[in-house]
DNA sequence: TTATCGATGGTA
DNA sequence: ACCATCGATAAA
């Protein structure tokens, strides 16, 4: 298994190329010496001030800093006062957008096989917090992503709208979430069936 | 099976 | 007053 860090060159282009390119990625959260391991397989992206849903959409203040920031950063977040999610920062210095990682598989022994599925308990499950906020995971001995030389090809990504950003107007619709067609761990909205716009290629 | 709701705190 | 969530519970 090959887990040198993507560099930040592979983070510094655009965002849904990134996004994309993330599925069959692994997470790898290192906390001394023991490495945590998951392989990514669902994914949305947030891009630019005019995409409602993204924080970013309300201009640059003190949590967004991050995002206008240098990619291949973390940005880390609270969310309903008890989650984190964990967006990795793209495309280049000034421009805000980032790739929400919402779903894994376990890559590690002791996981079961859907604790890695919603963007919160993955976070919860590898121990993601505030703390790495801002970590550049490009030359993180905490957190990076590594390539595996894991092969995805096109057919196995399917689209969909984001989920929970029914408040983003417009944006709502846009299929910016990407996930494997052929993994069990990704989420889902209602019971039982995946969402409806999940069928387009 | 689907629907609703509470926990809990940063942000603007 | 929101909110890129989750898990529990209730209703049907």
Do not use: I, L
């Given at each position: 298994m090959n887990l040198k860090p993507l560099k930040r060159?592979?983070?510094?282009?655009n965002t849904e190329q990134v996004a994309r390119e993330l599925l069959g990625k692994i997470i790898?959260?290192?906390i001394n010496k023991q490495k945590i391991m998951a392989r990514i397989t669902e994914v949305e992206m947030y891009r630019g001030e005019n995409d409602l849903a993204c924080h970013a959409s309300r201009g640059r203040t003190p949590r967004t800093e991050t995002l206008y920031g240098e990619p291949g950063h973390a940005y880390v977040y609270l969310i309903y006062g008890m989650y984190y999610c964990f967006n990795i920062v793209t495309e280049v210095k000034d421009f805000p957008s980032a790739v929400l990682l919402r779903a894994c598989e376990p890559v590690s022994k002791g996981f079961d096989e859907l604790s890695l599925v919603g963007p919160g308990r993955l976070c919860r499950e590898l121990k993601i917090t505030k703390e790495l906020?801002?970590?550049d995971i490009s030359k993180s001995k905490k957190l990076w992503v590594a390539d595996d030389d894991f092969v995805v090809t096109k057919k196995e990504i399917l689209s969909s709208p984001r989920i929970g950003v029914?408040?983003?107007r417009h944006c709502t619709s846009w299929p910016w979430r990407f996930y494997l067609k052929n993994s069990k761990a990704v989420s889902k909205l209602?019971?039982?069936?995946?969402i409806a716009s999940d069928s387009r290629a």
């Open positions: 060159k592979f983070f510094a282009r790898v959260r290192q906020h801002n970590e029914d408040y983003a209602k019971t039982g069936s995946r």
